[in-house]
């Protein structure tokens, strides 16, 4: 019987080299905006009681409803792989009281069970970052301004800051009853899916891009002109901190996050250049009353996520942020045998220079000058670094620019270093 062939599980993925150097650049990236604005790292488990999530999300989102992975540890506990990072984040903070304004940011997996398709995953990444423990509005600024600061520093243009307030638990009861009485009355001219539930999350109708929902609420109640005064207050203060900050934004009235903790400022990232069902590439908003709800004490709280995937396919849709193609600067060649060319590796690499040599030899002997150079240039690698019988009793080294054809040089060994770097120029180093 033949053996089984394993591949990854229906939508998840293998990230390899060299797609993979533009993840760790990605992360250096946010890693740089985040430090600079304050945030430190926090890492917490893959998976947590189920019930954090179903309270903290909420039982009539998507998410908890249908796209969980639950299930049973061997002692009986009932635990599901994150869907995201905030009920995590919110938990940990209870767990541990850290001071505030408590400032993190975090990337990770995450873990759905949606119909895979390009954009959508079941194990996705997400980068983000929380901050718990201020209801000031500049806090709403910053976090607008470090999502929106790592989209420019990706280059990318096509993307659009949308921009809301959903009210807080004064002002959001009274806009849900007229809201509920509105569509009530429009029932019948949803489409199929929000006929049937609207009711368990009136909100969501609002930003269902089905054409029977956008024509029914055409003229629906909106949350921001039902706003009580502080949230409106609020409001004006987020809307002016991102204007003279300079981030720019459009204020989209029918932005409702699938997530249920949200109060006032909320904030969706859409890219252009994907297709519109998935081309939120983050989102956020604040949370004031998810670390209350979860056991904590009264802390308001906001923060976003970046989906990792999709900010990678809006670059590639965009022509930004290439995939750096070589990972090599330099190449050893090897056509002594020993430890010669180890020894020369070792010395680049101490050096910072990103170095490999040839392997395998052919019956006990190094494989041909012809054969390496052809690996060389294979490898991405800006320059070959020769070490041959003539090379080790000189105290030389050979080196051959393997890019814009400029002729071999022989250099002594104490200067092999400094030439090299001069080859590969300084666009690295
Ligand atoms: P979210 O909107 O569910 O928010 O996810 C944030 C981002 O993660 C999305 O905009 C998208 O880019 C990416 N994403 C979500 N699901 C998938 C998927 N199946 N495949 C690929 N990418 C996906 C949250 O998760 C909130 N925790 C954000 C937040 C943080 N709010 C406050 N703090």
Known sequence: MAATTHRAPSGTRDILPPESQRWTAL?????????????????????????????????????????????????????????????SVVRAFIQHRPATPWKVWYWGPNFRYERPQAGRYRQFFQLGAEALGTADPALDVEMVALAWRLIESLRLTRVTCLLNTLGDANCRPQYRAKLIAYVSEHEHELCP???????QNPLRVLDCKKEPCRRATQDAPLQLDHLCDECADHWKRVRDGLDTVG????????????????????????????????????????????????????????GFSLGIDRLLLACDADGVFAACSSVLDAFVVDLVGGWQASAVTDELRRAGVRADRGFECEDGRPRSLKAQLRAADRS??????????DEVAGGTATLKPLRGGAEQVSVRREEMVGAVRALIGDSRL
């Open 380 to 389: 991405g690698a800006a320059v070959a670094v020769i070490v041959g019988a």
């Open 193 to 199: 899916e929000h006929q049937a539930r609207w009711r």
């Open 27 to 87: 992360l250096e990236l946010f890693e740089r905006e985040a430090v600079l604005a304050g945030y430190g790292l926090v890492l917490t488990p893959l998976f947590e009681d189920l019930s954090l999530f179903s309270r903290g999300v909420g039982e009539s989102t998507d998410i908890v409803a249908k796209e969980m992975y639950e299930f049973e540890d061997k002692g009986g506990r009932a635990l599901a792989l994150r869907p995201e990072f905030t009920a």
């Open 247 to 302: 981030i720019p934004y459009q204020v989209e009235p029918r932005l409702v996050r699938g997530l249920d903790y949200y109060t006032r400022t909320t904030f969706e990232l859409a890219a252009e250049a994907l297709e519109s069902a998935q081309n939120a590439v983050g989102g956020g908003g604040r949370y004031d009353g998810l670390v209350e709800e979860l056991g904590g004490p009264a802390t308001p709280a906001i």
